[in-house]
T-cell receptor
Framework: DAKTTQPNSMESNEEEPVHLPCNHS???????IHWYRQLPSQGPEYVIH???SNVNNRMASLAIAEDRKSSTLILHRATLRDAAVYYC?????????FGAGTILRVKS | EPEVTQTPSHQVTQMGQEVILRCVPI?????FYWYRQILGQKVEFLVS????????KSEIFDDQFSVERPDGSNFTLKIRSTKLEDSAMYFC??????????????FGDGTRLSIL
């Protein structure tokens, strides 16, 4: 399984944008880039995914580098409810391989 | 919005006993999964299930584990003879069918299994 590298933790102020980076230099051509998050005491929650082009949905945006070796999850206005562990996962096929993720803390 | 539901939320079992964890996936989903998370550790894939058979399993999913879709709505994980190290949160997930794995997986809130 291709590996991803994420910062252990990040901090943001409420109502400000947050950019969560992910490096995946060994990504293969068929790997999708998935982002999930896990709020305290809850199961993982799908955020967004993409293959080559940038993607937007109601929760976030995903910016994918042209060489696909890195990507950035963008939360446009962080709220206290966005405090969670964010996982960047590569995959082709139906198995998700979770790493340690990035702990996002949001300050009010 | 439809969701994956898991029961019970907390299960306490004596070591060596059998335990069954239950899940109701989202109704139009056809791919089902179990993951587990030992306290303070990563979420780990256990097994995926499609068309009434296991499509992939991890090394953790040994002969003590089994999965079943006993009817049109439930999806269960059975641990035959529990060990202390089986204590963890167990998450069920479901997704629409995708051969390329680009369908989001929807997770339940988990069952906390405590083995005494």
């Amino acid at each position: 399984d291709a590996k991803t590298t994420q910062p252990n933790s990040m901090e943001s102020n409420e109502e400000e944008p947050v950019h969560l980076p992910c490096n995946h230099s060994t990504i293969s051509g068929t790997d999708y880039i998935h982002w999930y998050r896990q709020l305290p005491s809850q199961g993982p929650e799908y955020v967004i995914h993409g293959l080559t082009s940038n993607v937007n949905n109601r929760m976030a945006s995903l910016a994918i580098a042209e060489d696909r070796k890195s990507s950035t999850l963008i939360l446009h206005r962080a709220t206290l409810r966005d405090a969670a562990v964010y996982y960047c996962i590569l995959g082709y096929g139906n198995k998700l391989v979770f790493g340690a993720g990035t702990i996002l803390r949001v300050k009010s | 919005e439809p969701e994956v539901t898991q029961t019970p939320s907390h299960q306490v079992t004596q070591m060596g006993q059998e335990v069954i964890l239950r899940c109701v996936p989202i109704s139009n989903h056809l791919y089902f999964y179990w993951y587990r998370q030992i306290l303070g550790q990563k979420v780990e894939f256990l097994v995926s299930f499609y068309n009434n058979e296991i499509s992939e399993k991890s090394e953790i999913f040994d002969d003590q584990f089994s999965v079943e879709r006993p009817d049109g709505s439930n999806f269960t994980l059975k641990i035959r003879s529990t060990k202390l190290e089986d204590s963890a949160m167990y998450f069920c997930a479901s997704s629409e069918v995708s051969l390329s794995g680009n369908q989001p997986q929807h997770f339940g809130d988990g069952t906390r299994l405590s083995i005494l």
